[in-house]
């Protein structure tokens, strides 16, 4: 399995790499938007959402859209060792995210925490996607741990469209998410999953 995986991952890369800046950048916005507008964003009042890694779609407007609305906002502080995330307030995005020594962004380490059965909604990034909400991340599990605190109907994964393949590989220990939003559309998986 981790073979595919890791074919899967060296597919989708170039897709995303291949996307140019105004591109990248308009279609994070949308995407963004779209995910703002839904009720499961708009009545969640604390949230876990994630800082984007370069090669991600951009969700700064996301994270400002939680912070304007008065939601408390949460990103996830990677604690490698216990292969584990703790959710971290995040009140100012200016000075509350900062890189880790391998590029990572992240919250400030030192800031109010919570556990991921408290939040209201978590924003998952991914590789790749599929219609019946299997993700492929990094590798690392992490949120295949942090997910069953939550359950499916509070996570929705937020991704560029040429993300979105027709199979995603996946282990039992593989946790799906909700909804995927793309620049185009809104994809409800949750039913596939009772």
Known sequence: MGDAKAVLRET???????????????????????????DLFRSAGKVLAFASMPDEI?????????????????????RWKARRMIPVRVTDLDVDIVYSSTGMPG??????????????LVIVP?????????????GGGF??????????????????????VEAVPVDEHDVPIGLIVTEREVISTASTHR
Do not use: H, N, W
């Not at 919250?107 to 209201?120: I, L, T």
């Open 143 to 164: 949120y295949d741990r942090l997910l069953p605190q939550v359950g499916p109907a509070g996570s929705a994964a937020i991704a560029f469209s040429c993300q979105v």
């Open 58 to 78: 951009d969700v700064t407007p996301l994270l400002r859209e939680c912070l304007d609305a008065g939601k408390r906002l949460y990103l996830p502080l990677v």
């Open 12 to 38: 989708v890369a170039p897709r995303v790499g291949a996307l140019g800046p105004e591109i990248r950048a308009e279609a994070s916005r949308a995407a963004c938007e779209r995910l703002a507008s839904l």
């Open 126 to 138: 991914g590789r790749a996607f599929d219609r019946q909400g299997r993700r492929l991340g990094r």
């Open 107 to 120: 919250p400030r380490p030192g800031g109010e925490r919570a556990e991921p059965s408290e939040m209201d």
